[in-house]
């Protein structure tokens, strides 16, 4: 797992990356390897379903998975519903295969990191999206259409299998997504004509391209045609060879067509010198090594043609029924055969004159190119959809995330009242990894690389510094920072202590506590030691007479403190003192003696200004009061964002 990834993706199959001989495992290991390749850090989760995996655990396939991504779990079906039919009436309602321990895992999978992206496969697990906090981009890729499915299959004759729903249920599913992925643009027409609130769109499938050989056969022309074995693609592959076989027999064309896969098993026994079964395929490039042209013979079906884009990606010329071209761009008269007597006939065209071969493969080399463009567009639009959404860049210190530290509150305090006008926030440590302190799992570990990175992309509304060990003018290229640290040098020096907590004008003033209530001052309040804490020790001589009246018989600390940490650990030690003393003049105070005064105001502790031409108690007046800090806190936040946290301003 990198450190340095920008952003991260969270994936929810029910279906493995490996082995990957099936389309739907290839078009969800595609998804993920182009998530991959454009930086996002990739967890797949696993949720364990299918027949090969529920007898057993495939070490092998476990291996592959753990090098394809970043993370991989699994997790064990624990409903028995799954693959089942519909409990009561005749559809399955869009929830019955859902499954708890999956929500389980989810729910403490987002508790435990923060993601960037979610991408659920298949609507029937589309509760999975509920589980994602709104920071998270929902994003449900559908594979197929599953309302309908049932009256689909009993029109051809095909015993009602796998998930079926009805519109209605179907749409539950979309909605809970913020952006929806049809497989084809037949499909995006229809799920946008249910009515879906969600963004939808079409993300066609292709593979990585190969360049396949020609077979070493030069007299007889090799067509083939490999598939799992399901009931449409045997009703399909059925009703082609009834209509080829005449065909075959009529124009006696010097061909040979191979059927490969599991579907062989279901297939009868086929006597035809022109066409041979194979069986299951050890290597699928080797199968298409052996191919002159690839045969797509399905007339209906739901989904993407996968074996389409399979054909494509492989480079290899093909023949197809316009129905199985469905959303792919046909660039030959080929690609939309009519029939399946049409595509016979073709095929014998092709085994008498072999240089139709040539411009059939030039033909899908066009295809593979528009779609590999469509698909490219697709994740473009992704990617930038994410970073659009990411309105502010947070560069925090090592302390962030370790609860001990007064500086971690410090920093949450401020991405709290940063997270109220900009829900959405990258966190980001720079460095090497040992130094990126305490592990967070809501921030990114990154490089200043990285970080330059992050920025161009995102072109963030704000970014706000709140390490303490960056300059306070820090930019990053072209993009200021706002210095929204613990309290810059620069801003201490002009601000005046909150001495009228009401009247200040300041608009660069902020409280340094504000809402927050960290825990070692929380417990250091209910027990105030009778002690006084003198801020500037070097008093003149009516000041310490005006001391030691104030004093009488406690116990007199002279704070130097230099740092933050020193102040933490001044206080862990000692607790916090009834009263504080002001010796120092207002604007000579340091950034550590500021925050002690903010601390002594929020807690409604005594301070005494030694300033004054009489001696001046705060703790008299009502707003010293704990509540009247708290309230006060809010104002003095909006009128510091209206002044400081303004795109406009801050671009010019």
Request: net charge negative; charged share 25%; glycine share 4%.
């Amino acid at each position: 797992m990198s450190n340095e990834t920008i952003l991260r993706a969270l994936i929810v199959s029910p279906t493995p990356t490996w082995p990957l001989n099936y389309g739907n495992r290839k078009r969800i290991f595609s998804v993920c390897n182009e998530l991959k390749q454009r930086g996002f850090e990739v967890h797949f989760v696993h949720y364990v379903s299918e027949m090969d995996w529920n007898n057993h655990i495939p070490i092998v396939s476990r291996q592959k998975m753990n090098e394809q991504w970043d993370i991989v779990d699994h997790v064990m079906k624990s409903n028995s519903a799954v693959h089942q039919w519909p409990q009561s009436g005749k559809d399955h309602l869009i929830d019955e295969w859902w499954d708890e321990a999956l929500q389980n895992h989810l729910s403490k999978t987002f508790q435990a990191r923060e993601y960037d992206l979610l991408i659920v496969n298949y609507t029937w697990l589309s509760m999975a999206l509920e589980v994602a906090p709104s920071k998270t981009l929902k994003l449900l890729d559908t594979h197929d259409v599953f309302s309908g499915r049932r009256h689909l299959l009993e029109s051809n004759n095909i015993h009602k299998e796998f998930f079926h729903t009805t519109e209605e249920q179907e749409l539950i599913a979309l909605n809970r997504a913020d952006i929806v992925w049809a497989i084809k643009e037949d499909e995006q027409v229809f799920f946008e004509s249910l009515g879906t609130k969600a963004k939808v769109e079409t993300l066609l499938h292709i593979d990585q391209s190969r360049q396949s050989p020609q077979p070493v056969s030069n007299t007889i022309v090799h067509f083939g045609f490999v598939s799992a074995n399901n009931n449409i693609n045997r009703v399909n592959l059925t009703r082609f060879i009834e209509e080829a076989e005449p065909v075959f027999e009529k124009y006696m064309p010097p061909l040979q067509f191979f059927i490969a896969g599991s579907i062989c098993s279901m297939l009868d026994n086929i006597d035809s010198p022109f066409i041979k079964k194979l069986g299951y395929l050890e290597s699928i490039d080797e199968f298409y090594d052996n191919l002159h042209c690839a045969v797509i013979p399905m007339e209906f079906s739901t989904g993407l043609k996968i074996k389409v884009a399979e054909a494509f990606s492989h480079l290899k010329p093909v023949i197809s029924h316009q129905h199985a071209m469905e959303g792919f761009p046909a660039q030959h008269k080929y690609h939309e055969c009519k029939s399946f007597e049409d595509m016979a006939l073709a095929m014998c065209e092709i085994a008498f004159e072999k240089n139709e071969l040539v411009f059939m493969q030039n033909a899908s080399i066009k295809a593979y190119d528009i779609i590999s463009k469509q698909i490219t567009q697709t994740f473009d639009s992704l990617v930038g959809t994410i970073f659009s959404r990411k309105q502010v860049v947070a560069i925090l210190p090592p302390e962030y995330g370790d609860e001990q530290s007064l500086m971690h509150w410090l920093v949450k305090s401020r991405l709290d009242w940063i997270s109220w006008s900009y829900p959405h926030i990258i966190k980001v440590k720079l460095g090497k990894s040992e130094a990126f302190g305490i592990f967070n799992s809501d921030v990114r570990m990154l490089t200043v690389e990285k970080l330059n990175q992050l920025i161009v992309r995102t072109e963030p509304d704000l970014i706000i510094n709140l390490c303490w060990d960056l300059p306070p003018d820090l930019k990053i290229g072209s993009f200021s920072c706002v210095s929204f640290r613990a309290l810059p040098d620069d801003v201490a020096s002009n601000v005046n202590v909150p001495r009228y907590y009401s009247d200040i004008n300041d608009p660069n003033y902020l409280p340094m506590l504000g809402h927050i209530n960290p825990p070692m001052l929380n417990q250091a309040s209910m027990k105030l030691k009778d002690e006084i804490w003198v801020i500037g020790g070097d008093l003149s001589s009516a000041q310490k007479v005006l001391l030691a009246n104030v004093a009488a018989l406690s116990e007199i600390n002279y704070l130097d403190l230099e740092s933050i940490e020193e102040l933490e650990r001044f206080i862990k030690k000692n607790g916090l003192p009834y009263r504080i003393i002001l010796g120092r003049l207002p604007q000579n105070l340091n950034v550590v003696e500021q925050l002690m005064v903010d601390i002594a105001l929020k807690y409604n502790l005594q301070v005494i200004d030694l300033n004054q031409p009489m001696i001046f108690d705060f703790s008299e007046f009502k707003y010293t009061t704990r509540n009247y800090y708290d309230e006060r806190f809010f104002d003095l936040w909006e009128r510091f964002k209206s002044f400081n946290l303004n795109r406009h301003n801050i671009l010019n």
